[in-house]
């Protein structure tokens, strides 16, 4: 099991860039495949971006392509998503979860969700 804290969320004007962070806990954090989801107030959570154990595999949601970018550093045990051009739609909870290996993340029904991230977004 991987326990995951999220941080770096706050409050960035329309166009502006945050980078939130996705720290692990465990040694197997590099066998996981790892995703970023928000949920917006009055909202279902939704996908944003996963990124596979090694990185070849990169996906996006349509909403943030071109966009947001997700990265992982293993040795680090920690997941970013770097978010540029931000829109007041934007604004969410982010969640990181982790994704065990030969699952897809963007479908994994997962058993637990942290705090996560509260990013706001100014216009």
């Known amino acids: 099991q991987v326990q995951l804290v999220e941080s770096g969320g706050g409050l960035v004007q329309a166009g502006g860039s945050l980078r939130v962070s996705c720290a692990a806990s465990g040694r197997t954090f590099s066998s996981y495949a790892m995703g970023w989801f928000r949920q917006a107030p009055g909202k279902e959570r939704e996908f944003v971006a996963a990124?596979?154990?090694?990185?070849?595999?990169?996906y996006y949601a349509d909403s943030v392509n071109g966009r947001f970018t997700i990265s992982r550093d293993n040795a680090k045990n920690t997941v970013y998503l770097q978010m540029n051009s931000m829109k007041p739609e934007d604004t969410a909870v982010y969640y990181c979860?982790?994704?065990?290996?030969?699952?897809?993340?963007?479908?994994?029904?997962?058993?637990?969700w942290g705090q996560g991230t509260q990013v706001t977004v100014s216009s």
């Open positions: 979860n982790a994704a065990p290996t030969g699952w897809d993340p963007r479908k994994y029904e997962y058993d637990y």
């Open positions: 990124i596979s154990w090694s990185g070849g595999s990169i």
